[in-house]
């Protein structure tokens, strides 16, 4: 039996991409999965698809900016299941363009959904996760939380943000709780299209479309991650293509 089997694992922006792709996995290693994103229709879909496989999964949408969406995601797991095991904090936005387009609607956006919608994730995880006395977060960032180029300084700073909360996450964790950072690439997603840049855009999805890792790459590594054994916490993955600089 895999250390997936059985365990109770929330996932936040799961109607596509990493999210969609991580839950598939799990759900076929036999995770029982409570689902969250803002498109409800799209979650429908993919627990149908779960359950037509033999799998579990239950859904709410879910909108990582209202503290109150992520406490719903929880509570659902402790009364569809009676626990939660696993928080994979993946939902995320990448509205990129340079600073001097002045976006600052955009900014304002990434720093709600990309900081403090992983903020408000282990805000109602956290306790649920020390009653229980065990339990696992894993979080979403970026190969840019590593490295800043042109256009993407926001989006960077939300990201090496995530990754110095989690960080700090891990030293209080103690040693009941496992706190693993999963960093991707350049991945086959519609993260290019979210920005509004036009010359932005075009780069992205060309680069994307040239050098780009599906997404089942990084569900491979949250699955690594949760599939360790109790003592056993992997701190930081970085998943990018061969191709990527």
Same mark, same amino acid.
């Given at each position: ?23 598939? @996995? ?8 409570? @689902? ?6 799209? @979650? ?120 110095? @909360? ?80």
């Amino acid at each position: 039996m895999s250390g997936i089997d059985g365990k109770v694992v929330a996932i936040t922006g799961a109607g596509s991409g990493i999210g969609e792709a991580t839950a598939l @996995l799990l759900a076929a290693r036999g995770a029982r999965l409570v @689902l969250g994103a803002r498109r409800s229709e799209r @979650l429908a879909e993919l627990v149908s698809r779960i359950e037509k496989s033999g799998g579990t999964a239950v859904q709410t949408r879910t909108d990582v900016t209202r503290r109150d969406d992520l406490h719903a995601l929880v509570a659902l797991a402790g009364e569809r299941f009676g626990r939660l095991d696993v928080l994979v904090a993946n939902a995320g936005v990448g509205t990129i363009s340079p600073l001097d387009d002045l976006r600052v609607d955009e900014w304002d956006r990434m720093v709600d959904v990309n900081i403090k919608g992983v903020l408000h994730g282990i805000g109602a995880a956290l306790p649920v996760f020390r009653a229980q006395g065990t339990g696992h977060f894993v979080t979403i960032a970026s190969t840019a939380a590593f490295r800043v180029v042109p256009a993407m300084a926001v989006y960077a700073g939300t990201k090496f943000a995530v990754r110095a @909360l989690c960080e700090g996450l891990r030293q209080e964790a103690g040693d009941s709780l496992r706190v693993t950072t999963v960093s991707p690439g350049v991945v086959a997603t519609g993260f290019a299209e979210a920005s509004t840049n036009p010359r932005v855009r075009a780069e992205i999805t060309a680069m994307r479309d040239r050098i780009a890792i599906p997404p089942e790459a990084i569900a491979q590594a949250i699955a690594f991650a949760i599939d360790q054994p109790p003592t056993v916490d992997v701190n930081e993955i970085v998943v990018r293509p061969t191709a990527q600089s």
